[in-house]
């Protein structure tokens, strides 16, 4: 007898359905309820998940019998107070999607919840789970004989709209650092294996949404800068955004140095942005360059059709599902993406539009922001 998940949706915009389809590549999966308040996106997310229930609200879809596990994929300021909701209902196994938080304020509510939450938290942090990362990730620190530098590139396409344009606007992305750049904050911890200690940024919103106007409010998210971070033991790393730049072959350009070779992962954007007068679109490539002897590695990483057919990330969202399936199964033992792990990457984004807004360095100490646990000595 197969047994069969059933997953509770809340939010099913853009980013909610792409969970959708990839949901239903994972066998013994369905979707019972959702909850997408836009009657726009429930009729575009009914046609993807037609056996679910569309619901009301979170109460209706938390009373909808045999759920198993819970994805939230709402704006980004909803995603604290619905877990919320969610704790004081009825706690399932859940994955939110990034950014965990938006609010410097929110944290001791973010502490309380992680302190009484008795079920599984996955952070929905796609990134690490791209083929090509995925591989930059297994080699890089021994490939590189101890990274001591890292560079994350991004240069891609303009924020999308989304309903009602909320993404335009800080006070309900906690800024593009945070809504965009937590997933190579992320990033970072993951490949040094260190915690950050210090923060310095420059950025501006110099061409996108400028012209743009929502019930008399101009947006105000950047849409490049840089950042560099300091971490404890001594490794550094940068990030380098440019969201007017959708003509690169690559999007994200990921490239750690360090005493014995260089190693850098080279992703490309959605194919569905990619011009048909280009031809097929680039393939992703992990790329090997040792001091000595010189010359450089070239690896193809393909991935399979299917999964870039599915979504916007590399084939990434699903082979998250398939990882967070089995922690809802009971085949893993924890989630790969904690819920600390999520607040860090909220926390360093946080302090570098603090950086920003201020014009100096920015100790992440000061700020307080940091879970206790993962604070540098």
Not at 17 to 28: M, S, T, V
Not at 163 to 169: E, L, P, Y
Not at 243 to 255: H, P
Not at 326 to 340: H, I, P
Request: net charge negative; proline share 7%; with cysteine.
């Amino acid at each position: 007898m197969t047994t069969v998940t059933n997953y509770g949706i809340i939010g099913c915009g853009m980013m909610g359905q792409e969970h959708l389809r990839n949901i239903a590549l994972l066998p013994g999966t369905r979707v019972s309820a959702i909850f997408e308040p836009d009657a726009e996106m429930a009729m575009q997310a009914q046609a993807l998940a037609p056996g679910a229930r569309l619901c009301s609200s979170v109460a209706d879809l938390m009373a909808t019998e045999g759920l198993d596990c819970l994805l939230i994929a709402s704006p980004n300021f909803r995603h604290l107070e619905q877990m919320e909701e969610i704790a004081r209902t009825r706690p399932l196994p859940v994955l939110v999607e990034k950014p965990l938080f938006t609010d410097p304020a929110e944290t001791a509510r973010l502490a309380a919840f992680r302190d009484s939450y008795p079920a599984p938290v996955w952070v929905a942090m796609e990134y690490r789970y791209m083929p090509p990362i995925a591989a930059f990730l297994k080699e890089a620190q021994a490939a590189t004989g101890g990274i001591r530098m890292l560079t994350i590139r991004e240069h891609r396409f303009p924020f999308l709209h989304k309903v009602g344009g909320w993404n335009r606007f800080n006070r309900y992305t906690g800024g593009t650092f945070v809504e965009k750049c937590c997933h190579f904050f992320d990033l970072m911890r993951l490949t040094l294996g260190d915690e950050p200690v210090r923060v310095m940024a420059s950025g501006s919103q110099a061409v996108n949404h400028q012209d743009e106007n929502y019930e008399g409010v101009a947006p105000d998210v950047l849409d490049n800068g840089y950042v560099i971070v300091d971490f404890a033991r001594g490794g550094r790393a940068m990030l380098e955004l440019c969201m007017f730049a959708e003509a690169a072959r690559y999007q994200e350009e990921v490239t750690a140095v360090g005493p014995q070779a260089r190693i850098e992962a080279l992703v490309p954007g959605p194919g569905r942005f990619w011009p048909e007068h280009l031809g097929a679109p680039p393939v992703p490539q992990l790329i090997v360059s040792p001091r000595a002897p010189k010359g450089p590695e070239i690896r193809e990483i393909p991935v399979d059709p299917a999964l870039l057919e599915a979504g916007d990330h590399n084939g990434s969202t699903f082979y998250q599902h398939a990882r967070f399936l089995e922690l809802v199964r009971g085949q893993r033992a924890r989630a790969e993406v904690t819920l600390e792990d999520g607040w860090a990457a909220v926390a360093m984004g946080i302090a570098a539009q603090m950086s920003i807004r201020e014009g100096r360095a920015v100790s992440m100490d000061e700020t307080g922001l940091m879970p206790a646990r993962l604070r540098a000595a």
